[in-house]
T-cell receptor, first 113, second 113 residues
Framework: LAKTTQPISMDSYEGQEVNITCSHN???????ITWYQQFPSQGPRFIIQ???TKVTNEVASLFIPADRKSSTLSLPRVSLSDTAVYYC??????????????FGQGTTLQVKP | ETGVTQSPTHLIKTRGQQVTLRCSSQ?????VSWYQQALGQGPQFIFQ???????GRGNFPPRFSGLQFPNYSSELNVNALELDDSALYLC????????????FGPGTRLLVL
């Protein structure tokens, strides 16, 4: 499974748009890009997944350029409750068949009032 | 809420003891994975169970073992506890193998003294 690199931490203010970029230079053809969110003392929660171009759901958008060597999670108009750790994962969950998700250190997002 | 519950929420053990952690998956989810999350780190995959059999294992010694039961519950057992076993233990369930989304429980915080 491909290794990912993301910033250790980011700060933002309420109401701003936040973009977290993840690098995955050795992504494989069959790999998907998945983002999870984790609040303190809770388990990670699935946010969004994509393969290429743009994916949007009610929580976030995921932008993936044509070469797929990076991806950007976009959180529109963040609030204090978006303060959490965000993990970027790359892999072909569907083919791995073992349920193995590989988490890095994640990006700690601090939203300030 | 993911519908995945874990017990106990917190636990204190001493080195050399044995511990059993429990997880109740969502109804209908026949796949469960266990993760260990040390403070400040991302979750690390321990193993996965599918239809009551181990279906993949991470880089953890044999003293980490598990069981899965027909009623969508599962256990993680750790023998001969070491200080480094202190962590948050997470279980995650999914409807089947290679599902794109895993649903995590809130975790059990284990402290080994």
């Amino acid at each position: 499974l491909a290794k990912t690199t993301q910033p250790i931490s980011m700060d933002s203010y309420e109401g701003q748009e936040v973009n977290i970029t993840c690098s995955h230079n050795n992504i494989a053809t069959n790999d998907y890009i998945t983002w999870y969110q984790q609040f303190p003392s809770q388990g990670p929660r699935f946010i969004i997944q994509g393969y290429k171009t743009k994916v949007t759901n009610e929580v976030a958008s995921l932008f993936i350029p044509a070469d797929r060597k990076s991806s950007t999670l976009s959180l529109p108009r963040v609030s204090l409750s978006d303060t959490a750790v965000y993990y970027c994962l790359v892999g072909d969950i569907r083919r791995s068949n073992t349920g193995k998700l590989i988490f890095g250190q994640g990006t700690t997002l601090q939203v300030k009032p | 809420e993911t519908g995945v519950t874990q017990s106990p929420t917190h636990l204190i053990k001493t080195r050399g003891q044995q511990v059993t952690l429990r997880c109740s998956s969502q109804s209908g989810h026949n796949t469960v994975s266990w993760y260990q999350q040390a403070l400040g780190q991302g979750p690390q995959f321990i193993f996965q169970y599918y239809r009551e059999e181990e279906n993949g294992r991470g880089n953890f010694p044999p003293r980490f073992s598990g069981l899965q039961f027909p009623n969508y519950s599962s256990e993680l057992n750790v023998n001969a506890l070491e200080l480094d076993d202190s962590a948050l233990y997470l279980c995650a369930s999914s409807p089947g193998l290679a599902e794109e989304t895993q649903y995590f429980g809130p975790g059990t915080r284990l402290l080994v003294l």
